[in-house]
């Protein structure tokens, strides 16, 4: 399995692999510490309400997402972002369409094809 992406990562060239039910997503970046995901979501998506042991950052590039970290709730915008620490619930649920740049300390193998 490689664990180091390239150097420079050229959004056209990088494949987006749609989850289904209007999310996709493309790997930008990672080594086995960080990686770094953009997740697009159509009106009415929703990122379902899970946990994972990585520590995650979010930032909202576009749209509006309702958020839940831990029970709570909020709206975010762009501009705004979210800390989901290790083992915490959180999810999404999209809105208004947009764009969010997730990062993950470590690397999120399961996101990783062989």
Known sequence: MITKSKNFIIGSEVTVENLGEGV????????????MVKVSFEQGSI?????????????VISGTFEVRVK??????????????EPDAEHGVVCIKKGILLDTFSPIRLDFLKE
């Open 47 to 59: 990122g379902s309400v899970h946990e994972h042991f990585h520590s995650q950052c979010t930032y």
């Open 24 to 35: 996709s997503r493309q790997i930008l970046g990672y080594d086995g510490q960080l990686m």
């Open 71 to 84: 029970g709570e709730k909020k709206i975010l915008v762009a501009g705004d972002g979210f800390y989901a």
